[in-house]
């Protein structure tokens, strides 16, 4: 974390609207990205992280450790897209989602990572825990320890997790090609 980023947080935690604002725009794109992939859908992820963000400023006084920022923003963002996605689960019958014209797809494009739709079918095939380690590790950049402290298990558990899901998945393209 850079100095600039650690005198941000100081100041948004001391009640500084501008350099919270900031601090968002240097996280959007990565809460946009890990939110499109986790809820599915466009204006899930959008709502998930107005949320995430509405509630991170609300309560950046609390944060105790500057250097925890990106996992406490992460944990606050994680929280919002489970409540995202579980009111569109109880809509289901209203909501489609089409996958051939993902926004995960045109923001993988942007970024230059290739989603094809058999690496979607591939995410689909592991366990939501699963795909959440698999997502913060390759689209968040996240380290097992930063990973194990948003989702609150301990950093062995998430790398044989995540080794296990990799292994899984590597196994569903095996078979699907």
């Known amino acids: 974390m850079s100095a600039q980023t650690k005198k941000l947080i100081t100041l948004a ?6 350099a919270f604002g900031e601090l968002y725009e240097l996280y959007y794109k990565e809460m946009y990205c ?4 986790v809820t599915g859908n466009e204006t899930l992820a959008q709502d998930a992280v107005q949320d995430a963000v509405l509630s991170a400023f609300k309560q950046i006084g609390s944060l105790k450790n500057e ?25 289901k019958a209203f909501v489609y989602i089409d996958d051939e014209d993902s926004t995960v797809t045109e923001l993988a494009s942007e970024s230059n990572l290739e989603l094809s739709v058999e690496m979607r079918q591939a995410l689909e095939s592991v366990s939501a825990e699963e795909r959440e ?17 948003i989702l609150g298990v301990n950093a062995s558990t998430v790398r044989s997790k995540l080794k296990r899901a990799l292994k899984k998945m590597r196994e569903y393209l095996d078979d699907n090609n």
């Open 34 to 37: 890990y939110a499109c992939c």
């Open 67 to 91: 250097a925890a920022f990106k996992g406490w923003l992460f944990t606050i963002l994680r929280a919002s897209c489970n409540r995202q996605y579980t009111k569109c689960e109880a809509a």
């Open 133 to 149: 380690i698999i997502l913060l590790s390759t689209l968040g950049n996240y380290r097992s320890h930063e990973i194990a402290e």
């Open 13 to 18: 935690k001391n009640g500084d609207a501008d």
